[in-house]
């Protein structure tokens, strides 16, 4: 019999240390987090029509490959300048629509910021972004020419943001969700 009953208690089958769970946790994040740079290969299959919420609540996109903040409660920051989402679709019989929901980061200054859309190395449009908005653009069939598509975010003004929550990251425009149609 154990004279100190605190010391003999048993754990349940199947239970982890602290120490282990928060291990396992911080492997999971940086799974999650390596997966924003997932090589062509890895990319699953984009539904047309789907629409990619870029919040906390979501998954984080598999889509988006480079230049991302972590998912905020309600949008995405776009890390500097530009940011990458890669895409394995079906070249289409006509164009597709990309809808974007952009948030302008407030903290750069009293001017629209300014974003371009590029696809597959295309320039597409270049837009003042004053307020937070919903971006339509027409990408034609001709340039679906590579096997996985590349869309590149550019956000030439970007700063760090003079709101205190954000911190001292250097900002773009945050995505709320996107969509290609």
């Not at 089958?13 to 999971?28: R, T, V, W």
């Not at 590349?150 to 700063?159: D, K, M, N, V």
Request: hydrophobic content about 40%; aromatic content about 8%.
């Amino acid at each position: 019999m154990n004279p100190n009953p605190m010391t003999a208690v048993a754990e349940p089958a199947g239970a982890i240390s602290l120490d282990k769970a928060l291990q396992l946790a911080q492997a999971k994040l940086q799974v999650a987090k390596a997966g924003r740079t997932t090589s062509d290969s890895d990319i699953p299959a984009y539904a047309p029509g789907q629409y990619i919420s870029c919040s906390s609540a979501a998954a984080i996109p598999v889509y988006h490959a480079q230049g991302w903040h972590e998912p905020e409660s309600d949008y995405t920051w776009i890390d500097g300048t530009e940011a990458v989402i890669k895409l394995l679709v079906r070249r289409p019989r006509k164009e597709y629509v990309l809808s974007l929901d952009v948030v302008p980061n407030a903290g750069v200054s009293s001017r629209p910021q300014l974003l371009e859309v590029f696809f597959n190395y295309f320039r597409m449009v270049a837009l003042e972004i004053p307020e937070p908005t919903k971006v339509s653009v027409e990408i034609p069939a001709e340039l679906f020419i590579l096997r996985v598509a590349r869309l590149s975010l550019y956000c030439p003004h970007a700063c760090v943001s003079s709101d205190p929550k954000l911190g001292q990251r250097r900002l773009g425009i945050a995505v709320k969700g996107w969509c290609l149609r």
